[in-house]
């Protein structure tokens, strides 16, 4: 089983808490494996986790991927994770969402608003390293439940943010901004 973190290595973005996690999941569930791209000030101390003796064969850091190479490092995932403590509008997940995976995500105002937790996604505490552990052997020990949310976040996304519905919507905000007052 497959966990991806595809991250900016930035304070925001909590990738540490994401590998803490990772690493307290390896422990409890022997099939699984942590893929983990990105760069950044924190790129050092990812780095560092990665060359624990506990990560050692399980925990692999390919780097910075280009936008080409997304879509392929989404496919190798059976589980999305984003540990962030904050965000806007989480185009990483909407691309993993997109792409069929299970998404393991923290509370933030961003995600909470194109996610449900237990229909499309799941969603913790953030800085809640346990929960996130405890989440990702639940979802590694349950194929048919990751299947599932995979479906319906593809689902939501080709629904809901689909580049037609997305320009619409555009479209209409504009049309009704630009509108004569009555």
Known sequence: VMVGLLSRFVPQK?????????????????????????????????????????????LHVVGPLSRDQVPGFLAQCDIYLLPSLWEGLPIGVLEAMA????CLVTDTEGVCDVMTHGEDGWIVARRDIGALAAALVRLAEQPG???????????????QFSLQRTCRATFDLYEQLLAPSR
């Open 99 to 102: 792409a069929g995976c299970a």
């Open 14 to 58: 909590a990738p540490q808490d994401g590998l803490a996690a990772c690493l307290l999941a390896l422990r409890r569930h022997p099939q699984l494996h942590c893929l983990v791209a990105g760069s950044g000030p924190l790129g050092e101390q990812v780095q560092a986790m990665a060359r624990l003796p506990q990560a050692q064969g399980r």
């Open 145 to 159: 439940v990751r299947k599932q949310l995979g479906e319906r976040a593809r689902a939501k996304i080709r629904s």
